[in-house]
């Protein structure tokens, strides 16, 4: 289903979790990666491996959350309720979760996912525009870095997201400082 701005839709989380355990794992910008970091008090470098890892598609580098039998590794039951561990910090496309990008320049339209059950409860609100724009405004900025470092710098995909993370993570902590 897709819905437009104007419209408002019925959600309420229900905290089923199912978004959280049924993959594909969610894949992340730098800027994603560098928010994970900041909260959990790390560098990227210690997330490697045990919470993300990347993928290289045509030279292009693709940044996924691990899953552990299909389920996120962030996510943690507690008092038999699923929970995000890392919720404040938690990755824009699960902010916007179940609304759904549509293209990278579509601020207008929102696909709203059929596999959430919370979809049609609660009271009618907007869907999160401002949440939608600020998201893709990552992605452009992280694709921005990635192609300018290895199609233009000539860097190795690999070395291109090492740089990348280093710019996006040392800019989020000069915002932070200023
Ligand atoms: S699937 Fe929907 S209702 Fe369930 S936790 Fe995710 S967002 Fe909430
Ligand atoms: S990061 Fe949090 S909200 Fe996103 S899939 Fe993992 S547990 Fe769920």
């Known amino acids: 289903m897709i819905t437009s701005r104007g419209l408002k839709v019925r959600f309420t989380c ?11 794992n969610v894949s992340l910008t730098v800027h994603d990666v560098c928010r994970i970091a900041s909260y959990l008090g790390v560098s990227w470098r210690e997330l490697v491996g045990k919470y993300i890892y990347a993928m ?22 507690v008092n038999n309720t699923p929970t995000c561990t890392i919720y404040p910090a938690r990755p824009m496309r699960c902010r ?3 609304f759904l990008p549509i293209a990278p320049g579509e601020t207008s339209r929102l696909e709203i996912s059929s596999k959430c059950p919370g979809v049609g409860r609660g009271e009618y609100e907007d869907p999160p ?21 290895i ?25 932070k400082l200023s």
């Open 56 to 77: 290289i598609a045509d030279y292009v580098p693709v940044v996924v959350i691990r899953g552990i039998n299909s389920k996120c590794v962030f996510l943690k039951y």
């Open 96 to 98: 916007l979760y179940p």
């Open 129 to 149: 525009w401002s949440d939608l724009e600020a998201y893709l405004g990552e992605v452009k900025d992280h694709y921005r870095k990635l192609y300018d470092l």
């Open 14 to 24: 229900l905290r089923c979790g199912r978004c959280c355990s049924s993959g594909p």
């Open 151 to 175: 199609f233009t710098r000539n860097l190795e995909p690999v070395k291109a997201l090492e740089r990348a993370l280093d710019e996006a993570c040392f800019e989020k902590q000069v915002t």
